[in-house]
C-alpha cells in the first residue's frame, strides 16, 4: 500500500513563498506518476500539476503557470510543489495524488493514492 504525505503548507502573506513536499512511504519509482491538485473552500477540486514517471512536467492550472514548478527527488521518493508569488485566491488545502500507469491526468478519479492534505493560507 502506497502512502503519502504531504508537508510544508502554512501561512503566508501575498506574494511569499512555499515548497509543498510529498513523500511517498516505499520506493516504486517506475510504477506511478505524481500529481498536486487543490480545494479551496466551496469549490472543485483543481488539478495544478504532473510529474510522470519518466519526468515529464503536465501544467494544468493556467492560474498556477509560471509560478508554481512541480519536481521530484533523484531517489524519485519526494515530489515538490515550489509556490512562488503567492496570492489570496491561492488559498486551499493541498494534496499530492499517485497514479499507477504511464501517464498522468488532470482527472483526480484516476488517481489510486491521495494524501491527507496540507492547508496553505495566502493573506493578503
Known amino acids: 500500500q502506497l502512502q503519502l504525505v504531504e508537508s510544508g503548507g502554512g501561512l503566508v502573506q501575498a506574494g511569499g513563498s512555499l515548497r509543498l513536499s510529498c513523500a511517498a512511504s516505499?520506493?516504486?519509482?517506475?510504477?506511478?506518476?505524481t500529481a498536486w491538485f487543490r480545494q479551496a473552500p466551496g469549490k472543485e477540486r483543481e488539478a495544478l500539476s504532473c510529474?510522470?514517471?519518466?519526468?515529464?512536467?503536465?501544467n494544468y492550472a493556467d492560474s498556477a503557470k509560471g509560478r508554481f514548478t512541480i519536481s521530484r527527488d533523484d531517489a524519485k521518493i519526494t515530489v515538490f510543489l515550489q509556490m512562488n508569488s503567492l496570492k489570496a485566491e491561492d488559498t486551499a488545502v493541498y494534496y499530492c495524488?499517485?497514479?499507477?500507469?504511464?501517464?498522468?491526468?488532470?482527472?483526480?478519479?484516476?488517481?489510486?493514492?491521495w494524501g491527507q492534505g496540507t492547508q496553505v493560507t495566502v493573506s493578503s
Open positions: 516505499e520506493f516504486a519509482p517506475d510504477y506511478y506518476n
Open positions: 510529474i510522470s514517471i519518466t519526468g515529464e512536467v503536465t
Open positions: 495524488a499517485a497514479k499507477i500507469g504511464y501517464y498522468c491526468s488532470a482527472d483526480g478519479s484516476m488517481y489510486d493514492y
